[in-house]
């Protein structure tokens, strides 16, 4: 997470640089003609794209999701200005895509449209705007309860759970398993 709004000027300015192909053709549709120059262009030079539209949060925060993607770390990001930076990384880097989680549903426009060109959904909901790292917060809390459960979950068989005699589970289970 961020915290402060500063940084959300310059969230638009880099999302508006990733996606500015689609932008134009959503312009068109609508009869409009948007003319976004001098942006340069993501995919081939992102440190250039960022230092020319960014914000040295934003910046850091690229390097900080691209290399923790690279040392098989999860990076769960909740609001446009994380979202700026994720969806740069994942635009340069494809391949660190299965390693960023979103965390909250923001109405702001700029979050939904990076979500969108992610073609990703948050897992959590809530009204209030403010980015103090709450989301993020809140998303790792949830990630790491997931992670435990999984790790201590048990089978019904190292569980002690009884063999159904009965009733649906009757043939299903086996006492083996465990």
Known sequence: GNIGERSMLSALAVTTAIMKEDLKKASEKTGFALNISDVGDFAK???????????????????????????????????????AAVLGAVT??????NFVIPSVYYEEPVHQMQMQKLGMKSFLH?????????????????????????????????????????????????????
Request: proline share 3%; net charge negative.
């Open 45 to 83: 030079d992102p440190v250039g794209t960022l230092s020319i539209v960014g914000s040295a949060e934003i910046a850091a925060l690229f390097g900080l999701v691209v290399e923790a993607a690279r040392c098989n770390m999860m990076v769960v990001f909740d609001n446009a200005v994380t979202g």
């Open 92 to 97: 340069a880097y494809p391949e660190i895509r």
């Open 126 to 178: 809530y009204d209030f705007t403010e980015a103090e790292g709450y989301g993020s917060a809140l998303g790792l809390s949830l990630m790491d309860a997931a992670i435990d459960m999984l790790n201590q979950m048990k089978t019904f068989g190292s569980a002690g759970v009884d063999v159904a005699e009965d009733g649906p589970g009757a043939g299903r289970q086996r006492e083996e398993i465990k």
